[in-house]
């Protein structure tokens, strides 16, 4: 009886050591991704992570929230925002209340993104960016749950200078010399050799 008592004891000591090497392997290999810049690896082996335990230091669910609300995974990062916000006792994630706030924006949750802000203002995390973008955010937010239609947007056709078959974006007006933006278009040699398979971005003028 007593044999079988030991062995059993291993068992579950043996299972325990390798599933907790396993969650860490996941953990090491989500940082490392995110270290080289690779988020939807990263976020792969935080995913699996997660399947595997779910229950998790409140750090590594603030991690996984900003990696996802960087490659616009609303719904995950909102999940884990709120993880790190209603967990955070020590208010040792205060922003997690303005990036909360954000992803609830992004998934028309308004009215619940002005309370995370409201929150957020509470906290005394003194970041003088994200205390800059507060009164805007609070002042746009409100103004559509009041029911103000801030959504008009006027659409102008830009010449073929601008206007290309390639992808254009970021356009600024400069009122002296014109619209500066940036376009992806093939890499090319000289005047007129293309490599197809090789693309740059790069800042144009229009006059």
């Given at each position: 009886m007593r044999y079988k008592l030991l062995l059993i004891l291993f068992f579950v000591f043996e299972i325990g050591r390798v599933f907790a090497q396993s969650s860490s392997s996941f953990l090491d290999m989500a940082m490392y991704w995110e270290r080289k810049g690779n988020l939807n690896s990263a976020v792969y082996f935080y995913d699996e992570l997660f399947k595997e335990n779910p229950i998790q230091p409140i750090g590594v669910y603030e991690?996984?929230?900003?990696?996802?609300?960087?490659?616009?995974?609303?719904?995950?990062?909102?999940?884990?925002?709120?993880?790190?916000c209603l967990s955070d006792s020590s208010h040792v994630y205060p922003q997690a209340f303005f990036y909360w706030a954000m992803t609830l924006?992004?998934?028309?949750?308004?009215a619940e993104a002005i309370e995370?802000?409201?929150?957020?203002?509470?906290?005394?995390?003194?970041d003088a960016i994200l205390r800059s973008r507060l009164p805007i955010e609070l002042a746009?937010?409100?103004?559509?749950?009041?029911?103000?239609?801030?959504?008009?947007?006027?659409?102008?056709?830009?010449?073929?200078?601008?206007?290309?078959?390639?992808?254009?974006f970021n356009a600024i007006e400069d009122n002296d010399k014109g619209i500066f933006f940036t376009t992806l278009r093939p890499l090319s040699i000289g005047n007129s050799r293309f490599l197809d398979d090789y693309y740059v971005s790069q800042i144009y003028m229009s006059p």
């Open positions: 991690r996984y929230a900003a990696l996802t609300l960087r490659i616009y995974a609303y719904a995950q990062s909102e999940t884990y925002y709120r993880k790190v924006k992004n998934l028309s949750k308004y995370a802000l409201q929150k957020y203002q509470q906290t005394t995390d003194q746009f937010l409100t103004r559509i749950c009041s029911g103000v239609d801030s959504s008009h947007v006027e659409i102008e056709k830009l010449p073929s200078q601008i206007n290309t078959s390639y992808s254009e």
